[in-house]
Structures are given as C-alpha cells and as structure tokens.
C-alpha cells in the first residue's frame, strides 16, 4: 500500500458526460501528479500541483482540468467525455523538496467511457 | 526531450529462466533519475527500483538486479529464476530532478513478462 488513495476505484459512464477523479496523497507529499494509462498512448503524464498550485503540464486535453485543494487533495474532472478517454487514470505524490524523485502511485480508477 | 524505449513487447518464458528486460533511455540532462515499475494484473504500479546518474553500481536485491550503463544509455533489469509472480508489465522509466520537487516520469511503453510453468 502506497499511502496514495484514489476513488473511486472503477466508473462507467457514457459519452458526453462528466466525472470527476479523486485523489488522496500520502501524508505529508505536497506534489501530486496524474496520470492516464490507455492502450493507444501508453501511461502518459497529465499534470502536476505542488501545494495547491499548478506546476507543470503534459499531454492534457482542455476538456480536462484538475485542482488541488487546500487539504493537497487533489480532483481530475473530465468533461465532454469520448470513448477514446477510456483509460486507467493514476494519481501519484512524492515528498517535499523532491525527496529521491520518487513517485508513490495509487491504485488508480479505471474509466469506461461507453 | 527525453525518451525510453522498451523494445521487447512481450516475453515469454518457464519458470526458472532468467530473463532480462531492456531499457534504453535518451536525455540531454546530465542529472537524471531511472525507475523501473512494475504493474501485475490487478493494475497497480508498484515500485521497484531507482537510480541516479551518478551511479553506475549494478544492483541486485533477491532475484532482481539492474544493470546501468551510461555509456550506452541503458539500464537493463534482469530476472533470476523467474516465477509465476513475475508475471506482469514492467515499465522502466526516466525524470529529471527538479528543485523543490520530483519531475513528472517519463514512461517506456512496457514489456509484458509472461512467466508459465
């Protein structure tokens, strides 16, 4: 068990519709990353908050957006949804000051977009 | 940019083979981190190992060692008398260190390890 908690853990949902991911890091972790899993693009970073505010991005579509509140938990909502959007999507956190860059990852929700 | 490739798709081997998974990784950074996951059926990313560039020791822990060489930009991962529970995809991974906080990880695509009695 990694400390790092996502809900919920599968969705099922159809096209056009809106969910909303989220993500719980490890006590203490001020980062958190998201990540999308699919079987076209492989695990690809999303983005990443650090205490609250945003600090980098990667391959996110506009119909996505994330946040992270000031508890440092940390919500991914996907909006519009396609069936290309089906996709195991991973949170994960890592340690102030970087730690050893490692990135602690939570089991992750699987989405199915029908 | 930075790029890992994993070009064995899938593997296939009986228990008690060792096996080696390939990692091949490209960065203009001096100071980078290597990772290699590993995520069984039940789909978790469980960690396996991390190592700096700084150093080039090979590293072995149980049935697992990890073989880095900056001269040719891998960091191969080696199985010894592999198990059933072997069995899973193993990503191997790249990031750049950042201040204040870990860099997002750059994924290869992964290498599924079929184990089979």
């Known amino acids: 068990d990694s400390g790092v908690t996502q809900t919920p853990k599968h969705l099922i949902t159809a096209t056009g519709q809106r969910v909303t991911l989220r993500c719980s890091p490890r006590?203490?972790?001020?980062?958190v990353y998201w990540y999308q899993q699919s079987l076209d693009q492989g695990l690809q970073f999303l983005i990443q908050?650090?205490?609250?505010?945003?600090?980098a991005k990667g391959n996110i579509l506009e119909r996505f957006s994330a946040q992270q509140f000031p508890d440092l938990h940390s919500e991914l909502n996907l909006s519009s949804l396609e069936l290309g959007d089906s996709a195991l999507y991973f949170c994960?956190?890592?340690?102030?000051?970087?730690?050893?860059?490692?990135?602690?990852f939570g089991p992750g929700t699987r989405l199915t977009v029908l | 940019a930075q790029k890992v490739t994993q070009a064995q798709t899938e593997i296939s081997v009986v228990e008690k083979e060792d096996v080696t998974l390939d990692c091949v990784y490209e960065?203009?950074?001096?100071?980078?981190?290597l990772f290699w996951y590993k995520q069984p059926p039940s789909g978790e990313l469980v960690f396996l190992i991390r190592?700096?560039?700084?150093?080039?020791q090979n590293e072995i822990s149980g049935r697992y060692s990890w073989n880095f060489q900056k001269s040719t930009s891998s960091f191969n991962f080696t199985i010894t008398a592999s198990q059933v529970v072997d069995s899973a995809v193993y990503f191997c991974?790249?990031?750049?260190?950042?201040?204040?906080?870990?860099?997002?990880?750059?994924f290869g695509t992964g290498t599924r390890l079929q184990v089979t009695l």
């Open positions: 190592r700096n560039s700084f150093d080039e």
């Open positions: 960065t203009r950074d001096t100071t980078y981190y």
């Open positions: 994960a956190s890592s340690p102030p000051r970087g730690g050893r860059n490692e990135q602690f």
């Open positions: 908050y650090y205490n609250g505010e945003e600090r």
């Open positions: 006590s203490g972790d001020l980062s």
């Open positions: 991974a790249l990031t750049r260190p950042l201040t204040g906080t870990a860099s997002k990880l750059t």
